[in-house]
């Protein structure tokens, strides 16, 4: 069964500090593909970043990176510099190719920066 | 800006009402999703849509029923609501088959079944 486990409920970091947020996956698929999202307390879930599992660099997009190590099915979200708007649960999710563009979730990572 | 409607962001209902929660996608979007949230669980998919139309199961299904007539619009039915089915509540809609696309997720509706 496809399943994405993250193992932090919840942490805290300084402001200012960098934070990884840390996402296991398992998949037998050759093709597939990890995203995170944000969501904060308002509800609306937010794109961050996507890693594609044949991509050879690590994703970036601003202060977010995605630390992908393949062999180890692990796709962590690292964020940089944080800031007090970066509190909010954080959701790890899977998609594969072969199967309607079904997504799985992880059950969530609540960040709480502190000024 | 493309878009994600859900009709309602709050809603109370009695147990054994039947229940609509209705989300609209304008981004001609192929495939339509619902999922609960609820806490430590993360998002379980219930019942997605890959044309109008048509539906598959998701991971929990059981207690609800989708509607899809147009292609823009994505019903999720609860037959008879029960207080288990107090959450969350996601529509997301993706392009289609080809690539890879993240979901565009609506402001999701928080039900609560007394």
């Known amino acids: 069964a496809q399943k994405i486990t993250q193992t932090q409920p919840g942490m805290f970091v300084q402001e200012k500090e960098a934070v990884t947020l840390d996402c296991t996956y398992d998949?037998?698929?050759?093709?597939?593909?990890l995203f995170w999202y944000k969501q904060p307390s308002s509800g609306e879930m937010i794109f961050l970043i996507y890693q594609g599992s044949y991509d050879q660099q690590n994703a970036t997009e601003g202060r977010y990176s995605l630390n992908f190590q393949k062999a180890r099915k692990s796709a962590n979200l690292v964020i940089s510099a944080s800031q007090l708007g970066d509190s909010a649960m954080y959701f790890c999710?899977?998609?594969?190719?072969?199967?309607?563009?079904?997504?799985?979730f992880g059950s969530g990572t609540k960040l709480n920066v502190k000024p | 800006d493309v878009k994600v409607t859900q009709s309602s962001r709050y809603l109370v209902k009695r147990t054994g009402e039947k229940v609509f929660l209705e989300c609209v996608q304008d981004m001609d979007h192929e495939n339509m999703f619902w999922y609960r949230q609820d806490p430590g669980l993360g998002l379980r998919l219930i019942y997605f849509s890959y044309d109008v139309k048509m539906k598959e199961k998701g991971d929990i299904p059981e207690g609800y029923s989708v509607s899809r007539e147009k292609k823009e619009r994505f019903s999720l039915i609860l037959e008879s609501a029960s207080t288990n089915q107090t959450s969350m509540y996601l529509c997301?809609?993706?392009?289609?088959?080809?690539?890879?696309?993240?979901?565009?997720f609506g402001p999701g509706t928080r039900l609560t079944v007394l």
């Open positions: 997301a809609s993706t392009p289609g088959a080809s690539g890879v696309e993240s979901q565009f």
């Open positions: 999710a899977m998609w594969r190719e072969y199967n309607f563009n079904k997504f799985y």
């Open positions: 998949t037998s698929d050759p093709s597939y593909g």
